[in-house]
């Protein structure tokens, strides 16, 4: 499995930017797909992940209620909507998948993941 993350950009604080994240390669249906995300000096960390067995989504407390991910099944692409955006926003962005379900405990965990993109950077000016 090949991701192949875009879609980042330099933005305004308060702006929107839509991260995609496509995949390619053989995925199964209970794919599990996220969104990581690193700042310069800091740990990676995790923002979402949408869950296809059961269609969840999950969120850090950080971006909640101003993220939004979800998923083309037909195009096999995540999406990371990101409103509201702030300078501590700021990071190279990655997407992430594991061919199969991962339990809600280990989401969070960069570990429980198979495959990783490439990255892409995000910069909100304040």
């Known amino acids: 499995v090949q991701l192949q993350a875009s879609g980042g950009g330099l933005v305004q604080a308060g702006g929107s930017l839509r991260l995609s994240c496509a995949a390619s390669?053989?995925?199964?249906?209970?794919?599990?797909m996220g969104w990581f995300r690193q700042a310069p000096g800091k740990e990676r960390e995790f923002v979402s992940a949408?869950?296809?067995?059961?269609?969840?989504?999950s969120y850090a407390d950080t971006v909640k209620g101003r993220f939004t991910i979800s998923r083309d099944r037909v195009k096999n692409t995540v999406y990371l909507q990101m409103n509201n955006l702030k300078p501590e926003d700021t990071a190279v962005y990655y997407c992430?998948?594991?061919?199969?379900?991962?339990?809600?405990?280990?989401?969070?965990?960069?570990?429980?993941?198979?495959?990783w993109g490439q990255g892409t950077q995000v910069t909100v000016s304040s």
């Open positions: 949408f869950r296809s067995s059961d269609l969840s989504s």
């Open positions: 992430a998948a594991r061919n199969g379900r991962i339990i809600t405990s280990q989401l969070q965990g960069a570990g429980a993941y198979e495959y």
């Open positions: 390669g053989r995925t199964f249906n209970s794919v599990t």
